[in-house]
């Protein structure tokens, strides 16, 4: 049960592209129980393709390549194939055919068919794409050629693959993976903590940490379930503000769920995140339950004319201070019916900043009720890390006080908190 | 010249994380003219990295490891490479002094001081970081050991990895990189043209097609400044209002550049991509210049209020439509002293839609000098390419009309177009 990913293509060498195929194939290949014994990237060229071909067959069951099967005169791997495996190329009918009539390739036909030449006694997954990937048994172990477009990858893998693999290996080690998500939490001091637990506790899971800003994952693994409880509960017991999800949800997904259920409204307003906070709220699909409006407020003026912040704060305080960001706030309450106002007012980077509030600070307000509360926090990383930073917190904020109330306001990165009523 | 490529770690092998740090690695020695022959991400287990190691360096020049060098119980990088190169373990001095005054792991010394256990042999790259990864030398081949965590895997790369490797292979071939961007053309056409233009132009360049959606990058590598020139004068004929920059620029920094040399601005209104335009407008640093507010409208009523959308308009043509859209970038451009309104309405799934406009319908207002024109999208993907999509493609309206005008206003996706006067 323990394959091998073969991802070809000069495009992942030169880091042109981020290979998503490989994030894709690893956790959906895991989660189903099936082990990956190594990650190899190769350039366009047939000769290593071939080499790995032939080195890896020998040490895994099954073997996962992907790219290279496309159109174009960089796409080698079915050469490659040929050449490891002394296979020649037969034209695919049905690849053909379907090559012929994709509007894609309406006007690039001669190229396209290229794609249609595959190694004798290649299984093809699917008959839908023109660009569809084969099977093909060597020695007894499978070997699963899909192209490198992700949507076309994700698909094969998850309709065609992952199936197949289930029916070749039914034995596969069965574990329960729970996956956890914590925010505003240090790898280092979770890692402490665990260490430190009992060893019949600790001992049936296989843990590990992944830091996946601004969040931190823990991947658990385990034979059985009350042995992740166990667990689980023991972390809660040091952790628990900092636990964002038990099943690898989101932190906008968790807060779309706790608003659903307690049918309440958000409205928001932004400044240096420049809409970043809304776009993460309303990544959610059925947001629009929840989610009533965003105002990004990018200049003084539209922070006056649009959410009532007085031109007097703004002289006396600075734009990015406790007192705008609890005018912002206060601008949303009062100009929409919602329960919750969130506020982000901050200097992003690379440049702006005061001696005072340099690059990296930001504000954030929080309306409930009819309180005002203003944050102050000192982060760290270029402009995107700040940003996402910035509205990730704003959430966890109103995570917080959603599940908690007002006892776990306190944050790693936070210098300062001010709080006013309407 | 020719390095690989070694990553470590569990959460790269079951898709936990993106492998940045490869991108970021591929990208810098590719442009520094080092060729990387493989990548090869590996397991947290010692037997697999320590055979990579000494098989690897056979066939390399330099190799450079990431990963493992951490504190936690499953970095075992050094125990690797001990067992791989049969060489001892020395707790480092300044490594360790390091990590006894650094702030992050004030609770855990005794965990952390694991990480200043390195190789004997072993040169340290940096004493700023506690994590500072070293240089080996083994059989005249050399080797760059980097911690994972990716603020210090790009910094050290920069600050000391590079340097030195310039200074090992000083004869590498020298090539010039040059990177365009397409919006909104396919792989395959680009690739027909270019491979029946003459061999004379043709054959001085390496190309390379890299989709990253929603663009298409296209790199060239050429020895000559003059071969270049000619084969992208070449490609302009057929492409030129599909060619986004020449220079490696994404659309909101040609949008950014244009806009701050005509001192002019624009604001935008959304309802689908809820806050993703604005965002992607917003992430570049001093987009303050030009960019002045963005309404995330996201519910009905907020149609209405913040924008005169009327209720009549909604009612008759429902809110995902052709005249909303209208009313949307109409509303922006009156309530704000914006040269340039962009205005997104649409279903971006998954759930949604109508018979009439199905998932994936998007409309997008473009209201300039005294003009409003709507177009009507229809897009495919899932729920964050569409929003992706559609926020890409407005700007894409806007920087097609700042640099032609009104000539080039056909996509591939656009099924229709309207438009009014103020």
Same mark, same amino acid.
């Given at each position: 049960m323990i394959g091998a990913l073969i991802f070809i293509g000069d495009e992942l060498i030169c880091g042109?592209? *981020? %290979?998503t195929n490989s994030v894709f194939a690893g956790r959906i290949l895991t989660s189903y129980g099936f082990e990956i014994g190594e990650i190899v990237t190769l350039p366009d060229k047939i000769e290593i393709i071939s080499e790995y071909l032939k080195n890896l067959i020998e040490k895994y069951e099954f073997l996962i390549i992907c790219g290279?099967?496309? &159109? $174009? /005169? /960089? /796409? @080698?791997t079915n050469l490659a194939v040929a050449k490891a495996f002394n296979l020649e190329l037969k034209e695919n009918k049905d690849f053909l055919s379907a090559i012929y009539s994709a509007k894609e390739y309406r006007k690039s036909q001669e190229i396209a068919?290229?794609?249609? @030449?595959i190694p004798e006694g290649a299984i093809p997954?699917?008959? %839908?794409? =023109?660009?569809?990937g084969y099977l093909l048994k060597i020695k007894n172990k499978s070997l699963f050629f899909l192209p490198g477009v992700p949507y076309q990858f994700e698909n094969l893998l998850q309709t065609e693959v992952i199936p197949k693999l289930l029916e070749l290996f039914p *034995?596969? $080690?069965?574990r329960i993976i729970k996956t956890l998500r914590f925010f505003d939490l240090n790898e280092t001091d979770l890692n402490q903590v665990i260490s430190s637990l009992p060893e019949d506790i600790l001992s049936p899971i296989k843990i590990g940490y992944y830091p996946i800003f601004p969040e931190l994952k823990l991947i658990l693994q385990g034979k059985e379930e009350k042995d992740l409880e166990v667990f689980i509960n023991k972390l809660k017991e040091t952790f628990l503000p900092y636990l964002v999800s038990e099943k690898d949800k989101s932190l906008p997904q968790v807060i779309g769920e706790l608003l659903k259920t307690r049918e309440e409204k958000l409205a928001t307003a932004e400044s240096c995140t420049g809409g970043m906070l809304a776009s993460i709220i309303t =990544? #959610? =699909?059925?947001?629009s339950l929840y989610f009533d409006r965003g105002f990004v407020t990018y200049s003084p003026e539209s922070k006056i004319e649009l959410?009532? #912040?007085k031109k007097e704060t703004i002289e006396k305080? /600075? #734009? #990015?201070?406790y007192e705008v960001a609890m005018e912002m706030a206060e601008g949303v309450r009062k100009k929409t019916k919602v329960d919750y106002a969130l506020s982000i007012t901050g200097f992003a980077g690379p440049t702006g900043g005061t001696p *005072? %509030? &340099?690059?990296g600070t930001v504000y954030i307000g929080f309306s409930y009720k009819n309180k005002i509360k203003a944050f102050r926090f000192s982060l760290s990383g270029d402009r995107n890390q700040i940003q996402l930073l910035a509205s990730y917190t704003s959430l966890d904020i109103l995570r917080r006080y959603l599940l908690y109330g007002e006892s776990f306001f306190s944050y790693r990165f936070a210098t300062g908190i001010k709080e006013r009523t309407f």
């Open positions: 042109a592209i *981020e %290979n290279g099967l496309g &159109p $174009t /005169d /960089d /796409d @080698l068919k290229k794609m249609a @030449l997954l699917s008959k %839908n794409f =023109s660009s569809a *034995e596969r $080690t069965k =990544s #959610v =699909s059925g947001s959410l009532g #912040v305080f /600075d #734009v #990015v201070s *005072e %509030n &340099p690059v």
